[in-house]
């Protein structure tokens, strides 16, 4: 079992900058990826960035490209998710998730967390 907790969020003004973080515990050592999804209020959950653990390999949503940056600190096992330029649009709860494949799909992600919510002010 893997137990994931992120930490971070908040509310922002539109333009402005926010942080949030996953520290994940347990089994890590079958996770090869870490991602981030979100799910806006009557909206599916969708896909937002991830890497790959080992190598530090990236893959981003086109929707957050050039404003989101995923990163992994391996001695604390913490994935962190810094994002600029927030939009409106980014008003969500974000999920961080951990799995065996560095892809965009949620089926392949085997643990979640609870999420947190970020909130982007016009």
């Known amino acids: 079992q893997v137990q994931l907790v992120e930490s971070g969020g908040g509310l922002v003004q539109a333009g402005g900058s926010l942080s949030v973080s996953c520290a994940a515990s347990g089994r890590t050592s079958g996770s090869y990826a870490m991602g981030w999804f979100r799910q806006a209020p009557g909206k599916e959950r969708e896909f937002v960035a991830a890497i790959a653990w080992s190598v530090g390999t990236t893959l981003y949503a086109d929707s957050v490209k050039g404003r989101f940056t995923i990163s992994r600190d391996k001695a604390k096992v913490t994935v962190h998710l810094q994002m600029n330029s927030l939009k409106p649009e980014d008003t969500a709860v974000y999920y961080c998730?951990?799995?065996?494949?560095?892809?965009?799909?949620?089926?392949?992600?085997?643990?979640w967390g609870q999420g947190t919510q970020v909130t982007v002010s016009s």
């Open positions: 998730a951990a799995g065996s494949l560095l892809v965009s799909f949620q089926s392949r992600y085997d643990y």
